[in-house]
């Protein structure tokens, strides 16, 4: 169990680090191609949506394509909101795993991304759900759902940020 956990956390910290780097084709190679990744509205102070297809969502891609697009309009400076790209660091803490069906793991965490963009610096923090799925020594992300905990986003909110 111990080895299991060190290989979840190491997988974690490799990809908030590829992030922080701008390492997108590295990064995206993390997620499998039909991967759903999803970061629910909060409904309630206490409750949020549960379903992105009757529900509003802050970002909701059914597969990879939806990240691979950011990518692109980030490289291209087609994402005026994002230019220039703010410097980034990512935490990941409380890491959970548990067995799923369909030999899947389900790996829970804490994070927060601190993040600069001219001159001003924020930060957001909340919990991550993924669904991870064995590829070779390493791990794809077949799903992950985002919960942001922030009352107030004064920034654009993307994929990097989370």
């Known amino acids: 169990m111990r080895q299991l956990q060190h290989s979840i ?7 908030a680090e590829l992030c922080d780097a701008q390492q ?18 909060w409904d309630s102070e206490h409750e949020y ?5 009757r529900g509003m969502s802050l970002i ?7 990240l691979e697009d950011r990518v692109f309009r ?8 994002s230019t220039p ?3 980034t660091m990512h935490q990941v803490s409380n890491v959970r795993t548990a067995e799923i069906e369909g030999g899947l793991l389900e790996v829970k965490a804490n994070w927060s991304t601190f993040y600069a963009r001219q001159g001003l610096g924020e930060h957001f923090f909340g919990r991550v759900t993924y669904h991870l799925r064995p590829e070779g020594e390493s791990w794809k ?16 909110l993307d994929f990097y940020h989370l």
């Open 24 to 41: 997108w084709d590295e990064y995206l190679n993390l997620f499998d191609e039909e991967s759903v990744f999803h970061v629910p509205q």
């Open 141 to 156: 992300i077949a799903r992950k759902h985002v919960l942001l905990l922030n009352d107030r986003i004064n920034a654009v």
């Open 49 to 53: 949506t549960t379903d992105p297809k």
């Open 74 to 81: 980030l490289r291209t400076g087609k994402s005026a909101a």
């Open 9 to 15: 956390e190491q997988f974690l910290y490799r990809k």
């Open 85 to 87: 790209l703010p410097r």
């Open 60 to 66: 909701y891609y059914t597969n990879r394509s939806g």
